[in-house]
């Protein structure tokens, strides 16, 4: 454990892992985004500014709940934020559905790939030996 200050209010704290934010600061922002969440809920044709202004909350913190999946938007709200690869707009997460397949079909695609050995690197191996000569 190492001592930092946090971020958010300067003190000192015993930083683990994580955000370099203390404890206290974790749960004012934990129950922000309850709040958050509950704003939502109830007002589902809320824009981003909106939610930030109402809940005095920033609209970059609001986007890193969506991109980290806690928070979800309806298909009908004008709330989305762009998939990181294509720039499409999204309701959650980091990539569209187009961007996720073709990232999977591509990782599949590699692990599918068998190791090719080269045969003439082991015949290469007895040639590059030194020898002696016998006398």
Same mark, same amino acid.
């Given at each position: 454990?190492?001592?930092?200050?946090?971020?958010?209010?300067?003190?000192?704290?015993?930083?683990?892992?994580?955000?370099?934010?203390?404890?206290?600061?974790?749960?004012?922002?934990?129950?922000?985004?309850?709040?958050?969440?509950?704003?939502?809920?109830?007002?589902?044709?809320?824009?981003?500014?909106?939610? /930030?202004?109402?809940?005095?909350?920033?609209?970059?913190?609001?986007?890193?709940?969506?991109?980290?999946?806690?928070?979800?938007?309806?298909?009908?709200?004008?709330?989305?934020?762009?998939?990181?690869?294509?720039?499409?707009?999204?309701?959650?997460?980091?990539?569209?559905?187009?961007?996720?397949?073709?990232?999977? /079909?591509?990782?599949?695609?590699?692990?599918?790939?068998?190791?090719?050995?080269?045969?003439?690197?082991?015949?290469?191996?007895?040639?590059?030996?030194?020898?002696?000569?016998?006398?």
């Amino acid at each position: 454990m190492e001592a930092r200050s946090c971020r958010s209010c300067g003190r000192l704290f015993n930083y683990i892992q994580g955000p370099p934010i203390c404890m206290a600061c974790k749960q004012k922002l934990e129950d922000k985004f309850l709040q958050v969440r509950d704003y939502i809920r109830e007002n589902d044709s809320a824009t981003m500014k909106e939610i /930030s202004e109402d809940n005095e909350v920033s609209v970059k913190q609001i986007k890193q709940w969506v991109r980290e999946e806690r928070l979800t938007f309806t298909d009908h709200s004008p709330v989305g934020i762009e998939c990181e690869t294509c720039g499409k707009m999204i309701r959650t997460g980091r990539f569209c559905d187009k961007c996720k397949n073709s990232m999977a /079909s591509n990782l599949q695609a590699m692990y599918a790939m068998p190791v090719k050995q080269e045969e003439s690197g082991s015949r290469s191996k007895g040639k590059d030996r030194m020898r002696f000569l016998d006398k």
